[in-house]
């Protein structure tokens, strides 16, 4: 079984630059608030690094 984050929403987008906008949809994420579960590969560990100041990202069980 492979490892999973969790990766939750914790600020708006409103001022964030298009990238930003970009990369937080792609993680899938859409309100603030909501939680996605992914594996923990390095492509969405990049991704949620990239909008760290956005997001919150803790282990999954």
């Known amino acids: 079984m492979t490892k999973q984050i969790k990766i939750t929403l914790v600020k708006g987008v409103a001022h ?18 909501q939680s996605v579960l992914r594996e923990d590969t390095p492509v969405y560990r990049g991704m949620a690094d990239k909008v760290r100041h956005l997001v919150n990202v803790e282990e999954a069980d």
């Open 16 to 33: 964030a630059t298009d990238r930003q906008k970009e990369n937080v949809r792609s993680l899938g994420l859409h309100k603030i608030g």
